[in-house]
């Protein structure tokens, strides 16, 4: 190129790895590859109660029953783009309430751009039991180093988006280390209504 020309940096050009089915193990939490028999814990968790603050920023949801909630994991269990782990605690949860070994989230890797190395944290949907906890935080961290290091798949940016009125997400991404870069305006339609993404 012409030496008068801006362009950007060098940068190595091997492709990042592939998120893998795998157990991601850590000191109050691991992330599992999601089963069949996380859903009625998943069910009971998330669902219980008004599924209101659960899924309202999010494009699925609320679900009438567990039938419903059951085809809604089986269809997501396999996907590779979003690809999704399960949550679980390794200890007890809300005083005692929730045991230790109990699906209380789910969480998935998306837009998964190999040849570029970028990767998103999404479709985070914690119970309110985890929410909050040293549980929930290192499940994320356990993600975000998985992503990173080169030992897991060796990406070079991490993106975390959400909807842009969602001040618990917006919070919880700076709260990790996330950098506010912008918001893209009338990024989608979910459930009828625009969606700004922050």
Not at 127 to 144: C, D, G, I, V
């Amino acid at each position: 190129m012409p030496g008068d020309i801006p362009v950007g940096v060098s940068v190595d050009t091997h492709a990042a790895g592939q998120p893998q089915r795998q157990t991601i193990d850590g000191t109050y939490a691991k992330l599992v590859p999601p089963q069949p028999s996380h859903s009625q814990e998943l069910y009971r968790h998330l669902c219980g109660g008004s599924q209101n603050a659960t899924f309202a920023y999010l494009g699925v949801g609320p679900f009438e029953n567990e039938d419903e909630f059951a085809q809604h994991t089986a269809s997501i269990a396999p996907s590779q783009d979003p690809f999704y782990f399960t949550v679980i605690p390794k200890q007890a949860l809300a005083g005692g309430t929730v045991p230790a070994g109990a699906a209380v989230g789910y969480i998935s890797l998306l837009n998964i751009e190999r040849a570029h190395r970028s990767i998103e944290i999404g479709w985070v949907i914690f119970s309110p039991a985890l929410q909050r906890t040293t549980a929930a935080t290192e499940a994320l961290f356990l993600l975000m180093g998985y992503c990173m290091d080169t030992d897991g798949l060796g990406k070079r940016r991490l993106e975390w988006k959400c909807d842009a009125l969602n001040a618990k997400s917006r919070r919880a991404a700076e709260r990790l280390g996330f950098t506010y870069e912008g918001t893209f305006r009338k990024h989608r339609i979910v459930r009828g209504r625009n969606r700004d993404t922050a």
